[in-house]
């Protein structure tokens, strides 16, 4: 009888279990940035983004991160491994920000960086150099053109999740496996250019951002190494037509 006893408890806290286990957190329906901008704002590239997420444990709190990566590397970017998308031949980070849910029960994220900046920062990380450029009629610009995206990992990424401000119970159920809740190119492409921009002459040493869409006008120029380089951008002056002079470029373009 007590054998007995025992198999029927046993059985009768399985039955109560299983729909425990079941409910232990629902799995992650959507993950997505819901709206996504960049814009230049006196000489500072300014990208906002709404990253939306439906189902899991209904956090509060994830950390964000904005990657930037040469369209050349954008093969490892990101790789199979979660870790080796971030490295000297992958993505650099630019900024990681805790990232909280608003009224409206998304996550906005924040970022600016000026556009010098950035293109030195992409520069050393790709060790670009003379023969990674092109100039034609007082018109420079780096071949590798930059790419952004945004990061979200899980909570208990112990590697990424790490800055103050997430919650403690850092637990998820990641059904599906998957190596980050988001991993995110954005829609543009960032042309690192010098000398004139703009039609006007940029000091020496310094550089300009232009941000193109992935088939704008001018967002092919200059081409790739295997292609020649004797096609000026379309927005260029005529050969007959000197550009404007001017010490810096206009920043308020």
Not at 30 to 58: F, M, W
Not at 128 to 151: P, S
Not at 183 to 202: C, D, T
Request: glycine content about 8%; overall charge negative.
């Amino acid at each position: 009888m007590t054998r007995l006893r025992f198999v029927l408890l046993a059985s009768l806290l399985t039955l109560l279990g299983q729909p425990a286990l079941a409910q232990h957190c629902a799995p992650v329906v959507e993950s997505y940035l819901s709206e996504v901008s960049l814009k230049r704002v006196d000489g500072q590239l300014e990208l906002r983004a709404e990253y939306t997420l439906d189902g899991g444990r209904g956090q509060d709190a994830f950390q964000a991160y904005v990657l930037a990566y040469l369209e050349r590397d954008a093969a490892r970017v990101p790789a199979p491994a979660l870790a080796d998308s971030i490295g000297p031949e992958a993505a650099l980070v630019l900024h990681t920000q805790v990232i909280e849910r608003s009224d409206d029960g998304a996550f906005d994220l924040a970022f600016e960086i000026d556009e010098g900046e950035l293109a030195k920062l992409m520069i050393a990380h790709g060790k670009l150099g003379e023969d990674d450029r092109v100039e034609t009629g007082g018109w420079g610009a780096y071949r590798d053109r930059v790419r952004l995206a945004v990061f979200v990992p899980w909570l208990d990424d112990e590697q990424h999740s790490v800055l103050e401000g997430l919650p403690e119970d850092r637990h998820c159920c990641n059904y599906s496996h998957a190596p980050e809740l988001l991993f995110q190119s954005l829609p543009y492409r960032l042309r690192i250019s010098y000398g004139i921009v703009k039609a006007h002459r940029l000091e020496d040493g310094a550089f300009a951002i232009e941000i193109h869409g992935d088939r704008a006008p001018t967002s092919n120029w200059p081409p790739a190494k295997e292609q020649p380089a004797d096609a000026p951008p379309t927005d260029a002056p005529p050969a007959d037509q000197p550009p404007a002079p001017g010490p810096k470029a206009r920043r308020d373009a």
